[in-house]
């Protein structure tokens, strides 16, 4: 199956800093990335769709200046969490999508820890 | 609104037992996709169904697509330790992009 690898798996940092998770498609390339969240025992939350070549679609109540997202290969996404605070301690998953006529399997990475002190 | 209702959202058992955990909607999804999670891990995907009526089998686990294509089971036999764990229920919808609508999940235990 197709390989996403995310890092950091886990990331502890002072409130007011800022933090970038990276998503890499390691043996395919994703026009189409996506970044989620997920708190304990609970489903995944979409956040936001990230184009490669052009800005994130970002879902309803998400802060798209909180959360900013880069796209700029067919291979990396960046989520940057800015001004991090203790609300923002998460579980933090991203995806990519093969495209085409499997657009919608996504294959996800492992997740980012993040604690925010 | 929750589009994608998936039932039992908690599941203890003990080893051997069987269990299902569905997935149902009252819209119509292109594809379904059923995925497991591991405690700080990602989701892993199991199947992928796309035909209304489709049955697929993985192993000790059975996987259906309801004719109308809006709901979904999982069954497994015979259930394992190793089988706890988050399953996700993932529906795609023909417009979209690419997203995926995620069911509310199960978490499952089993009990040695």
């Known amino acids: 199956g197709a390989v996403v690898s995310q890092h950091p798996s886990w990331v502890i940092c002072k409130s007011g800093t800022s933090v970038k998770i990276e998503c890499r498609s390691l043996d395919f390339q994703a026009t189409t990335m996506f970044w989620y969240r997920q708190f304990p025992k609970q489903s995944l939350m979409l956040m936001a769709t990230?184009?490669?070549?052009?800005?994130?679609?970002?879902e309803q109540g998400v802060e798209k200046d909180k959360f900013l997202i880069n796209h700029a290969s067919l291979t990396l996404s960046t989520l940057t969490v800015t001004s991090a605070h203790p609300e923002d301690s998460s579980f933090y998953i991203c995806?990519?999508?093969?495209?085409?006529?499997?657009?919608?399997?996504?294959?996800f990475g492992a997740g980012t820890r993040l604690s925010v002190l | 609104t929750q589009l994608l209702e998936q039932s039992p959202q908690f599941l203890s058992i003990q080893e051997g037992e069987n269990l299902t955990v569905y997935c149902n909607s009252s819209s119509v999804f292109s594809s379904l996709q059923w995925y497991r999670q591991e405690p700080g891990e990602g989701p892993v995907l199991l199947v992928t169904v796309v035909t209304g009526g489709e049955v697929k089998k993985l192993k000790r686990l059975t996987f259906q697509f309801g004719d109308a294509r809006k709901d979904s089971s999982l069954h497994i036999t015979a259930a394992q330790p190793g089988d706890t764990g988050l399953y996700l229920c993932a529906g795609a919808r023909s417009s979209n992009t690419g997203k995926l609508i995620f069911g509310q999940g199960t978490t499952l235990q089993v009990k040695p």
């Open positions: 990230s184009n490669e070549g052009s800005k994130a679609t970002y």
């Open positions: 995806s990519a999508s093969l495209g085409g006529p499997a657009k919608n399997i996504q294959y």
